[in-house]
């Protein structure tokens, strides 16, 4: 049952980042959607241990939610470029939408 869990999360992974790749908005908030219902049933899982492919799975998950925190990086980056473009076509100082660790 754990490794269905664990494939669960791999399938919303990797739809996430195809929607960051297609850069579609509506399948980006579905596959958000879906990847929040998958990490909510990974809460059922009780111990790996004595799974046999498990290790390899998590590896391959961590290694799909570090692609999936690339694309949302990259995209972060953009729109932080384009709002700074936009402040100085109107004149204005850059705006910053976000910094890390702020409070």
Known sequence: ???LILDRLAGAH???IRAFDGNDLAAIEAATTALAAAVSGAGALD?????NGARERLHSLAAL????QQR???????????????ASLGGQAET???RPGAR
């Open 14 to 16: 990797e739809a996430l």
């Open 1 to 3: 049952m754990s490794l």
């Open 96 to 98: 910053f939408t976000y």
């Open 47 to 51: 111990s790996l241990q004595g799974d």
């Open 72 to 86: 949302v990086n990259f995209l972060t980056d953009r729109m932080r470029g384009r709002v700074a473009a936009l």
């Open 65 to 68: 939610a570090v692609a999936a």
